[in-house]
C-alpha cells in the first residue's frame, strides 16, 4: 500500500521560508514521478513542482520557478519541497502525490495517490 505523509507546514511570515517533506513507502519509485500541488480555500488544486525519482529531473509551474525549489532523497525516500519568500497567496494545503513516469506532470488527474495535506499560511 503506496503511502505519502507530508509534514513542514506551518504559520509563517511574509518573506519567510518553509521546507516541506513527503515521506513515501510502499512501493519502489524508479519509474515514478512525484509531484507538490495546492489548493487555496475556494480554488482549484493547482500543479507546483515535480521530479522524476530515478534522474531528479525537475518541472515547476512558471509562477514559481526561482522561489520555490522541489528535491528527493533516494535514501530517505523522501520529497522535499523548499519555499523562500513566501506571500500570503502561496497559503494553501500543500499535497504531495506520485505517479507513473510518461504522464502529464501538472495534470493532478495523472497521479494515483496522494497524501493527506499539510497547511501553510502565510501572514503578511
Known amino acids: 500500500q503506496v503511502q505519502l505523509v507530508e509534514s513542514g507546514g506551518g504559520l509563517v511570515q511574509a518573506g519567510g521560508s518553509l521546507r516541506l517533506s513527503c515521506a513515501a513507502s510502499?512501493?519502489?519509485?524508479?519509474?515514478?514521478?512525484m509531484g507538490w500541488f495546492r489548493q487555496a480555500p475556494g480554488k482549484e488544486r493547482e500543479f507546483v513542482a515535480a521530479i522524476t525519482w530515478s534522474g531528479g529531473r525537475t518541472s515547476y509551474v512558471d509562477s514559481l520557478k526561482g522561489r520555490f525549489t522541489i528535491s528527493r532523497d533516494k535514501a530517505k525516500n523522501t520529497v522535499y519541497l523548499q519555499m523562500n519568500s513566501l506571500k500570503p497567496e502561496d497559503t494553501a494545503v500543500y499535497y504531495c502525490?506520485?505517479?507513473?513516469?510518461?504522464?502529464?506532470?501538472?495534470?493532478?488527474?495523472?497521479?494515483?495517490?496522494w497524501g493527506q495535506g499539510t497547511q501553510v499560511t502565510v501572514s503578511s
Open positions: 510502499g512501493r519502489t519509485f524508479t519509474s515514478y514521478v
Open positions: 502525490a506520485t505517479g507513473p513516469l510518461g504522464r502529464r506532470v501538472g495534470d493532478r488527474y495523472e497521479y494515483d495517490y
